[in-house]
Each structure stands twice: as structure tokens, then as C-alpha cells.
């Protein structure tokens, strides 16, 4: 079992930068791909980014070069740097552990709460 936890999240305007983190707790951290996934009321649930165990990453074209996927694999945390905010990246967004870095939200198998994130204009 692998749980998460997200934190980070808040209202920050448009142009704007936060730092969400993804502390995880049980088995071993480093042998798991993480992601972040993000919903915006009355919409799906939809990928924004991944790591994989070997650090390669893979981002959403709709934030590619605004957003940073990261890990620190001995404080077993993961990383989501997000700059150059719009209001379109408003949503609740939720880290996910799983044994292959995809974006495909049914290949995880651990998911955090969620945290909120709202870009005014």
C-alpha cells in the first residue's frame, strides 16, 4: 500500500507560480511512476504530467514548458513546479502512484486526495 498525500495547492493570479508536493507513505517510493492528474468542474479527469522510476518525464501539450515534474526520491516526494499560471489550469489536482509512468489515469494504483488550485484573471 502507497499513500498520498498532496499539499500546495491555493489562489494565486494569473502569471502566477505555485509548488505542489506529493508526500508518500509505505512501500518503497523509488520503485513507483508518479503523476499528476488535475479535474476541472464538469470536466474529466485529465493528465498533466509523469515520472517514471528512472526520471524520464512527459508532459500535456496544455502545459508543456509552464509546468516541472519532479522527485526527491529519499525524502519519497514528488514535485509539480507550475509557472506562467492561467485560469484554464484551475482544477483539483491529484497525484497518483502506479508501476508505469503513462497517462492513462487507470494504469495508477494510489491516489491522493487531491489539492485545489485556482488561477484568478
Known amino acids: 500500500q502507497v499513500q498520498l498525500v498532496e499539499s500546495g495547492g491555493g489562489l494565486v493570479q494569473a502569471g502566477g507560480s505555485l509548488r505542489l508536493s506529493c508526500a508518500a507513505s509505505?512501500?518503497?517510493?523509488?520503485?513507483?511512476?508518479m503523476g499528476w492528474f488535475r479535474q476541472a468542474p464538469g470536466k474529466e479527469r485529465e493528465f498533466v504530467t509523469s515520472?517514471?522510476?528512472?526520471?524520464?518525464?512527459y508532459y500535456s501539450d496544455s502545459v508543456k514548458g509552464r509546468f516541472t515534474i519532479s522527485r526527491d526520491n529519499a525524502k519519497n516526494t514528488m514535485y509539480l513546479q507550475m509557472n506562467s499560471l492561467k485560469p484554464d489550469d484551475t482544477a483539483v489536482y491529484y497525484c497518483?502512484?502506479?508501476?508505469?509512468?503513462?497517462?492513462?489515469?487507470?494504469?495508477?494504483?494510489?491516489w491522493g486526495q487531491g489539492t485545489q488550485v485556482t488561477v484568478s484573471s
Open positions: 497518483a502512484a502506479g508501476t508505469v509512468g503513462t497517462a492513462v489515469s487507470a494504469k495508477y494504483d494510489y
Open positions: 509505505g512501500r518503497t517510493f523509488s520503485s513507483y511512476a
Open positions: 515520472i517514471t522510476t528512472d526520471g524520464s518525464t
